[in-house]
């Protein structure tokens, strides 16, 4: 009864930690009915319909069948551990292996079925970015600006899939994160209020003052801007902001006003998560200013930089309003006669290309400088998209795929259907690992303790692990050099560029509260109008550029190039794997074959996982550098940003350019090398130790039997069988989407139609 299950619950929970009780919880509420299985089968299908309508049938045929594939493997896992909890339902001491095998189970039957893809776009105010989400996902969902008002400015979240209609996720700042940006706000008008007097001329409309009250007067009304911190926060929002700090849009409520209301509340911080999350970056501009605007080459520098830093694996430039082009203009420019371009449709198309060939051109030598030379960014063909969402919809000078609009939604599907193909083979080989080594659990054989001592394997993955710490000290090594290098660059140069940033062509006229705004947020300051201000990554940027080509090709995919992390790490997962094979053939280990198989898969997994540590660990590494050089600059910022009173702009400038100075003679720049190399250490310590934790409770766990931790459990069989099955029909799946595309290039290679839906 429900009583006494609770109580069993709470011992369960105890003995395995709260992920098995929630679970348990779950599978104890779940009412078989024959009826409530109908629904749901219904429900799933029509959910399935909905979210592939965006694919071809093809393709879609291809993401049913994975989609298949993966549910039977979550039910076959869903059973095994429901039978496995009932078989130690009563024990009171629970084998550690035992124990481990149902927390596998339930990561793997609790994994989500697919993380999202993250496409970040980025473009300055009125490139077109909202008309092209439009376009691509053919609703009306964003409201496009006329040109006075930015409204996409923000981080926005598009998505679709689980629900009816697209969505929006707005992120805002945290309750203490806005606190400190009412704070820096506050503080910076109302030193301005009292400059007045004192400095006429000095900082007149000032862009981070014109900026803070338009803030401050968007969340708390008009005359907010005089009010005092302390005032203001006991003061309600105009608007409500909901707990979670996200809000959802759906497609009918999207507005202009709820978009500029809410992006106040969004800051540095969450550009970079925004940025750092994304896979894939489109650089946005429109043609008139993708020719190389001082904004476009921001925007693409801070895209490469997020390329270095997080996880994005493809840039393109997305240059859009290709249909805006003025015919006699443009024959003018180009010395051009009427016989040579016949009108303003042919005009567009070869503007078209030539905007591709040079901005390819252009894109690929500044990847390859900045991005390792064999990086994949670089071999993707189609770096650059010339679109027109305005023609998408009116097609009266281009059509459809002419407006390449299909082309990028063509790119998303396929990288979507890629992302499902690895995601769902690698979920079935890991649960059919696991279910291998479930099952050997009930063998009445115990061998492995000994086998495993006498073939040497722990003593050869010990050795293993030592080589691989080795090659990793080697492999990070490369960076010294270049990192000393940008050292002694960074010091010659600090004094040019620090200069460049703080002096404008205009003398000091609205330089003084954008530089008070820059000091109280610790030498960053982005707006709306201007370009970003960042004094620090601007001092420590000769250091970035010696380091970037090494930096991208340590972290770079899996080409054996010569210092490159992954390969080795590759090249460890093969060795012992093959060990594995060795010992076993052999040994004729015939009755822990399963085992050997499981340590096999397991070693995949473990491995597997290893690679989105490394990549999380990545940012950190580089953001080193500039985090330790604005550690060092922070009292000197402090120090400046205090300043009031007479010449206020020329004292804050100095207390800059001594406080670099200081900490230049104090070794800022040397600190920062130190700080980078310091997390390189810290990434390789924390690669060979989880290699070691996992595979030596991997090992512990295939010779549990001989530890006395075996335990009886309940049969499996038919779900190992069950399983086994699954696993078989990875390979059927794949062949079938290999045949079909092979059918449709034959029937397409005929058809002449090629344009196929
Ligand atoms: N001719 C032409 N105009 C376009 C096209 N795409 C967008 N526009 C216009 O460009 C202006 C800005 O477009 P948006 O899509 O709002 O630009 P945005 O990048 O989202 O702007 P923010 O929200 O301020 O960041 C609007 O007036 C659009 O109608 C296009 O393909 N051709």
């Not at 567009?348 to 030598?365: A, C, D, S, T, Y």
């Not at 590759?570 to 794997?577: I, M, P, T």
């Not at 020329?650 to 100075?661: F, L, P």
């Amino acid at each position: 009864d429900g009583q006494s299950a609770l109580s069993e619950l709470v011992r369960v929970r105890q003995r395995c930690g709260a992920h098995t009780y929630n679970s348990i919880c779950l599978c104890l509420s779940e009412v078989d009915h024959d009826l409530r299985k109908e629904l749901m089968k219904k429900r799933r299908r029509s959910d399935q319909e909905r979210r592939f309508r965006a694919f071809p049938s093809m393709e879609q045929s291809a993401l049913k069948e994975y989609e298949k594939l993966e549910s039977r493997t979550r039910r076959v896992l869903s059973n095994t551990y429901q039978k496995m909890i009932h078989s130690v339902f009563l024990d009171d001491c629970i084998p550690s292996g035992v124990k481990y095998l149902i927390n596998r189970l339930l990561v793997l039957i609790e994994k989500p079925s697919l993380d999202p893809i993250y496409i970040g776009l980025l473009g300055s105010t009125g490139a077109g970015k909202s008309s092209l989400i439009n376009a691509i996902i053919q609703q009306a969902m964003f409201l496009p600006v006329s040109g006075e008002n930015t409204c996409t400015s923000c981080i926005v979240q598009v998505s679709s899939g689980c629900c009816e209609c697209f969505e929006a996720k707005i992120h805002l700042l945290s309750d203490q994160e806005w606190k400190e940006e009412l704070r820096n706000l506050t503080m910076l008008l109302h030193r301005t209020q009292e400059l007045r007097g004192e400095e006429a001329g000095d900082g007149d409309s000032d862009d981070a003052v014109e900026e803070a009250t338009w803030r401050l007067q968007m969340v708390y009304g008009p005359g907010a801007e005089r009010r005092r911190y302390e005032d203001l926060l006991r003061t309600k929002p105009k608007g409500k902001i909901p707990t979670s700090r996200v809000i959802t849009l759906k497609a009918e409520e999207v507005t202009a006003r709820l978009f500029s209301l809410f992006f106040i509340y969004l800051r540095e911080r969450e550009r970079e998560w925004t940025i750092d999350k994304c896979s894939v970056i489109w650089v946005v501009s429109d043609i008139e200013s993708a020719a190389g605007g001082r904004a476009h080459e921001d925007l693409l520098n801070e895209s490469l930089r997020a390329c270095q830093r997080g996880f994005c694996r493809d840039i393109a430039l997305v240059v859009t309003k290709t249909d805006k082009l003025h015919l006699t203009e443009y024959l003018r420019e180009r010395k051009m006669g009427n016989q040579d371009v016949r009108n303003q449709h042919e005009a567009v198309f070869q503007r078209n290309e030539m905007v591709k060939l040079q901005r390819r051109r252009i894109l690929q030598e500044k990847l390859k400088r900045k991005l390792s030379a064999d990086s994949k960014v670089l071999e993707a063909s189609d770096l650059v998209y010339t679109v027109s969402a305005q023609e998408y919809w009116q097609q009266t000078l281009l059509t459809e795929e002419e407006t390449e609009i299909p082309k990028l939604r063509e790119y998303i599907r396929k990288r979507l259907l890629d992302k499902k193909r690895r995601a769902v083979t690698k979920y079935v080989i890991e649960a059919f690992g696991l279910l291998l080594l479930t099952d050997s659990f009930n063998l009445a054989e115990s061998l492995s303790n000994e086998h495993l001592t006498m073939s040497g394997l722990r003593q050869f993955v010990e050795r293993k692990t030592e080589l691989l710490e080795k090659a990793i000290e080697q492999c990070f090594a490369h960076i010294e050099r270049p990192l000393k290098e940008g050292v002694q660059v960074a010091r010659t140069s600090y004094r040019r560029i620090l200069g460049a940033c703080l002096v404008r062509s205009r003398g000091n006229q609205g330089l003084h509260q954008t530089l008070k705004a820059v000091c109280l947020n610790n030498g960053v300051y982005a707006s709306r109008t201007l370009a970003r201000i960042d004094l620090n990554e601007a001092i420590s940027q000769p250091i970035y550029d010696q380091i970037d080509p090494v930096f991208g090709g340590i972290f770079s995919d899996r080409k054996p190039t010569g210092c490159a992390l992954m390969p080795h790490i590759d090249a460890f997962q093969y060795s012992l794997q093959e060990k594995m094979a060795e010992i076993g053939a052999r040994h004729g280990w015939k009755h822990d074959s399963y085992k050997k198989s499981f340590l096999i898969q397991e070693i995949s997994a473990i491995l597997g996982d290893l690679e989105g540590y490394i990549l999380r660990r990545k940012r950190r590494i580089y953001q080193a550098v500039t985090s330790s050089v604005q550690n060092d600059l922070k009292s000197c910022y402090e120090e400046a940003a205090q300043i009031t009173g007479k010449k206020a702009c020329e004292r804050m400038k100095d207390v800059i350019r001594r406080g670099v100075e200081r900490q230049v003679a104090e070794g800022m720049f040397e600190r920062a090398q130190e700080r980078m190399q310091h997390q390189f250490q810290q990434l390789k310590h924390g690669i060979t130790e989880k290699v070691k934790g996992s595979i030596a409770t991997m090992l512990t766990l295939a010779s549990s039997q001989g530890d006395g931790l075996y335990k009886e459990l309940a049969d499996i069989s038919s779900e190992y069988k069950a399983m086994e099955r699954l696993h078989r029909s990875l390979a059927e799946v794949a062949e079938n989407a290999q045949l079909r595309r092979s059918m449709q290039d034959f029937l397409l290679g005929r058809s002449p139609n090629k344009a196929a839906p």
